[in-house]
């Protein structure tokens, strides 16, 4: 999943201080202060920090100038997030783009969220721009076609002949789940079936876990490359000032991943590519969707709670410590190419390790 501020070596911690130990669990980040002298870029070892740059992207300083494909890998399998669902009533239309293509996501009369591409195949309406629900189905504004949404098949021409629908009357449909408060899409190049699940994460409905607090933002940066800082442990200390987490467990089962570090304490498992799920005992529970706009750019989405017994804003102040390292990283992912082969000390092997696990998330890239 993609990485947020790290933990410093747990035995600095009085056990007895619980304060302590949650003002430690993301690490003491260092920072630079930002350097006039050099144009306004920033000055690192390590980087300097700034919040507000994480959802602003015009604070974000871009000089890298990539001619034609940025990454050679296209966009990758998996189960990603498209919307919150507090955010789709019944009969509500949305418009999208992800997956490098034009998306309509609608909620049906019977409360199920359905993901199609936007365009008609009898003309080419977007079907977002003044389409309709009707009942469980999406009718097209130009014509009054109507696609069911989990198929993507054409169930109703409301003129001429309509007891024959022409069979090329069919739009592609995503699967399409809803988890965690969340509503995600199953992308796959080839159409293909879903091969891992969505995991429940079960703190979001635990009485004793704060509700969930959701932060988003979009990065210039391929959902594969993001990842790659989990396993690149020496950038934690130029990028981010501190020590990466010293790993106790380290497990890969096909498409799934999880490290445990600090006795227990540090969970993180890996879904998939750009699916998370990182457990900072006694302090956050956080997942991670990493949604391809396209195949070098991602919209990401943060999902967290707290428990309750450590007071109002929990959460929140954890969400700001997160995103406060991951502006860190930002200047850098934007401005970066990618290395292929890269040239790689003998330490840094789970680089391409981790390259050579993505390979299975990818239907046309070897």
């Known amino acids: 999943m993609e990485r947020g501020p790290t933990m410093t070596d747990i035995t600095e911690i009085n056990a007895e201080d619980e304060r302590s130990e949650r003002s430690l669990a993301l690490g003491e ?16 070892l390590p980087m300097p920090r700034n919040l507000a740059m994480v959802t602003d992207p015009t604070q974000r300083k ?34 999208l783009f992800y997956f490098d293509r034009d998306l309509v996501l609608y909620r049906g009369e019977d409360g199920v969220a359905r993901v199609m591409d936007a365009h008609c195949t009898h003309l080419g309406a977007h079907l977002a721009v003044g389409g309709r629900v009707d009942a469980n189905c999406l009718r097209c504004p130009f014509h009054g076609w109507a696609f069911d949404g989990s198929s993507g098949r054409c169930v109703d021409v409301p003129y001429g002949d309509t007891k024959h629908i022409p069979p090329k009357a069919h739009n592609r449909s995503y699967p399409t789940i809803e988890r965690n408060h969340m509503i995600w899409a199953w992308y796959h190049a080839h159409d293909g079936e879903p091969f891992y699940d969505v995991p429940e994460v079960d703190e979001f409905s635990d009485d004793e876990w704060s509700p ?25 200390r130029y990028v981010h000032g501190t020590d990466a987490i010293p790993e106790n467990d380290f497990i ?45 750019k991602v919209h990401v989405r943060w999902i967290f709670t707290a428990p309750k017994a450590n007071g109002d804003g929990a959460a929140e ?49 070897d």
């Open 212 to 236: 969930i607090l959701c932060r988003d933002f979009v990065v210039n940066v391929a959902a594969q490359e993001m990842a790659e800082n989990n396993v690149d442990f020496a950038h934690f």
């Open 62 to 95: 871009l000089v890298t100038h990539f001619k034609g494909r940025r990454v050679p890998f296209p966009v990758p399998n998996g189960w990603f997030v498209v919307a919150e669902s507090k955010d789709l009533e019944p009969g509500g239309v949305r418009a």
């Open 252 to 296: 890969v089962d096909g498409t799934y991943k999880r490290t445990t570090s600090l006795d227990g304490a540090f969970v993180r498992e890996g879904y998939g590519l750009g699916l998370g799920v990182l457990r900072v005992k006694g302090y956050v529970t956080f997942l991670s969707s990493t949604t391809p706009i396209d195949e070098s």
């Open 317 to 365: 102040q954890a969400a700001d410590a997160f995103l406060s390292g991951v502006s860190q990283d930002i200047p850098i992912w934007e401005n970066k190419i990618y290395r292929d082969p890269p040239i790689i000390t003998k330490t840094e092997k789970l680089i391409l390790e981790h390259r050579r696990w993505s390979l299975q998330f990818y239907s046309d890239f």
């Open 29 to 44: 980040l260092t920072s630079t202060a930002i350097n006039d002298l050099n144009g306004g870029l920033p000055s690192g």
